[in-house]
């Protein structure tokens, strides 16, 4: 294999970020991340998630509140039950006792109809400690200060890099489930191929080659997958939590269905406008 391809920062790592950038995704170094999640024990980009709650809830949300509501979110527990917490609160099914109208109110933390009105970051070497383990995230993806999606990198001088790259996702959740709280979905990828599925669900047949039919083309996969708009479909739409035996499970859309859904979404859309 070639050297061009060995160093796994230069030729995947940094290609990742480049890409999420020029499709609207704002870089922050690992400094200026660590600095707003308040030291590495943090995981919320906190004034970023301030502005935002405030922003996007007039009248709902204000500089008396956000404190107990960031609290609500940061106290989720670390399992796949606290993770499906965090998705609702995402999807803005939570809400707060509005004093002025004598009633609850649901919060929004994403603006999914207009993704100008979020912020999008990306960092990368996002290190993390519980105060017993420590791990480091190679790349982390955050909307308005909430981390969204976790990447790992591998070197495509690896045969198995995919298979590496899914044990470290998996340490992360048995060593510092905190890591692993927010992140709705994963994606593994070693330049050749990109992988995805949904965080809390490391089964081999729950993850899926993305774009498998247009092998090769890394940037072009790389920003269909982070398209803003796609990716809060992919939020909002894509992602299931459910009971089987008695346990909850999650899962996420596959690319014909997620397809499928797309289209009856516009026949539907069609119908109603005509009516």
Same mark, same amino acid.
């Given at each position: 294999?070639?050297?061009?391809?060995?160093?796994?920062?230069?030729?995947?790592?940094?290609?990742?970020?480049?890409?999420?950038?020029?499709? #609207?995704? @704002?870089?922050?170094?690992?400094?200026?991340?660590?600095?707003?999640?308040?030291?590495?024990? #943090?995981?919320?980009?906190?004034?970023?998630?301030?502005?935002?709650?405030? &922003?996007?809830?007039? #009248? %709902?949300?204000?500089?008396?509140? @956000?404190?107990?509501?960031? *609290?609500?979110?940061?106290? =989720?527990?670390?399992?796949?039950?606290?993770?499906?917490?965090?998705?609702?609160?995402?999807? *803005? +099914?939570?809400? %707060?006792?509005?004093? !002025?109208? /004598?009633?609850?109110?649901?919060?929004?933390?994403?603006?999914?109809?207009?993704?100008?009105?979020?912020?999008?970051?990306?960092?990368?070497?996002?290190?993390?400690?519980? *105060?017993?383990?420590?791990? $480091?995230?190679?790349?982390?993806?955050?909307?308005?200060?909430?981390? =969204?999606?976790?990447?790992?990198? @591998?070197?495509?001088?690896?045969?198995?890099?995919? !298979?590496?790259?899914? %044990?470290?996702?998996?340490?992360?959740?048995?060593? @510092?489930?905190?890591?692993?709280?927010?992140?709705?979905?994963?994606? &593994?990828?070693?330049?050749? !191929?990109?992988?995805? #599925? =949904?965080?809390?669900?490391? !089964?081999? /047949?729950?993850?899926?080659?993305?774009?498998?039919? +247009?092998?090769?083309?890394? +940037?072009?996969?790389?920003?269909?997958?982070?398209? $803003?708009?796609?990716?809060?479909?992919?939020?909002?739409?894509?992602?299931?939590?459910?009971? /089987?035996?008695?346990?909850?499970?999650?899962?996420?859309?596959?690319?014909?269905?997620?397809?499928? %859904?797309?289209?009856?979404?516009?026949?539907?859309?069609?119908? +109603?406008?005509?009516?």
């Amino acid at each position: 294999m070639p050297d061009a391809l060995g160093s796994e920062r230069a030729s995947v790592q940094n290609p990742l970020i480049g890409y999420a950038e020029e499709v #609207g995704w @704002t870089y922050l170094s690992p400094d200026e991340a660590v600095n707003l999640r308040r030291g590495a024990s #943090g995981w919320l980009l906190y004034p970023v998630l301030r502005e935002k709650l405030i &922003a996007l809830n007039p #009248g %709902v949300v204000d500089e008396n509140n @956000t404190g107990d509501i960031i *609290g609500r979110i940061e106290s =989720v527990r670390c399992t796949i039950e606290g993770n499906a917490e965090i998705l609702k609160w995402l999807r *803005g +099914e939570h809400s %707060v006792h509005s004093e !002025d109208e /004598k009633r609850k109110r649901n919060v929004s933390v994403i603006d999914f109809d207009h993704p100008a009105n979020n912020l999008f970051h990306v960092t990368d070497e996002w290190e993390y400690t519980n *105060g017993q383990k420590g791990n $480091r995230a190679d790349i982390l993806f955050l909307i308005n200060g909430i981390p =969204v999606a976790i990447a790992e990198t @591998t070197s495509a001088k690896y045969a198995d890099g995919i !298979d590496r790259a899914v %044990v470290q996702l998996r340490r992360y959740h048995e060593e @510092t489930p905190e890591l692993m709280a927010a992140p709705q979905v994963f994606e &593994a990828t070693q330049l050749l !191929d990109f992988y995805y #599925g =949904v965080t809390w669900n490391l !089964d081999r /047949k729950n993850i899926f080659n993305w774009k498998e039919e +247009e092998p090769g083309n890394f +940037e072009a996969k790389v920003k269909r997958f982070f398209s $803003r708009e796609r990716f809060l479909k992919l939020l909002r739409d894509w992602i299931i939590f459910y009971l /089987k035996d008695d346990e909850l499970r999650k899962a996420v859309l596959r690319q014909h269905q997620s397809r499928a %859904v797309e289209i009856l979404d516009q026949e539907v859309e069609a119908v +109603e406008l005509w009516l």
